[in-house]
């Protein structure tokens, strides 16, 4: 007599071919997931910078740690913010079918890109500065 091994539900793994199909849904649970982290660590640092749990100490040691901490703080939240512009327009891109297009060259965004960097809109030559910027090329 078996013992009621409950069956595990069957995972369907798709695999993804390039350029016909991406798993979009996927994608967008990803960058919504993303953009509510950034929103609240940016919040987050914020708040702190406000000093409303902490107010600015008397002591003025004590402040020069807390300006410090605040210069991280503005840091974190800068960067944040900066992340959640490009998932954001990620998400847009993603919206209008343009997700997995280079918007530098027009090209398919590499799918191991996309998965390390799921906001980027670049594929990898174009963001390892396949345009240099200060228009020097190198020559000869
Ligand atoms: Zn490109």
Redesign the pocket.
Known sequence: MARGATPRPARVLRRLSWGSEVDTNAVRDRLLKRRDELRQRASDASADLRHEADPLSADFAEQVTQRENDDVLGAISHSAREELQQVESALRRLASGRYAT?S??G?DIEPERLAAVPYTD??R??AEG?RAAGGRGARG
């Open positions: 280079c530098v060259c090209e670049r594929c030559s174009c396949g």
